[in-house]
């Protein structure tokens, strides 16, 4: 249990640092005006892009961390993945 608290927070850590260079480069001027986006501006497609990384990552150390979570997780799934068989 240990390891897993401790993947937790370098999870918490490392999503923290990595948000920050992402914030700062979608507000850099030359790079949003490569991109054809508003500089300084924190759209939702830039939102959806950081839940879309982080968040399946952060569910699965969670999951990891509260069995019961875990246990509903996979039977929400588990459909999903009998289907691709």
């Known amino acids: 249990m240990?390891?897993?608290r401790s993947l937790a927070v370098?999870?918490?850590i490392?999503?923290?640092?990595?948000?920050?260079?992402?914030?700062?480069?979608e507000r850099n001027p030359i790079l949003s005006y490569i991109a054809k986006t508003k500089s300084g501006e924190l759209n939702r497609d830039f939102w959806f892009r950081i839940?879309?990384?982080g968040g399946p990552l952060l569910?699965?150390?969670i999951?990891?961390?509260?069995?019961?979570?875990s246990?509903?997780?996979f039977?929400?799934?588990a459909p999903g993945m009998e289907s691709l068989h």
């Open 2 to 4: 240990v390891i897993a």
């Open 10 to 12: 370098v999870f918490a």
């Open 14 to 25: 490392t999503s923290v640092f990595v948000i920050r260079v992402f914030v700062q480069m």
């Open 51 to 53: 839940i879309g990384f």
């Open 59 to 61: 569910l699965g150390i």
């Open 63 to 69: 999951s990891h961390l509260v069995p019961s979570l």
């Open 71 to 73: 246990a509903f997780l």
């Open 75 to 77: 039977q929400w799934i």
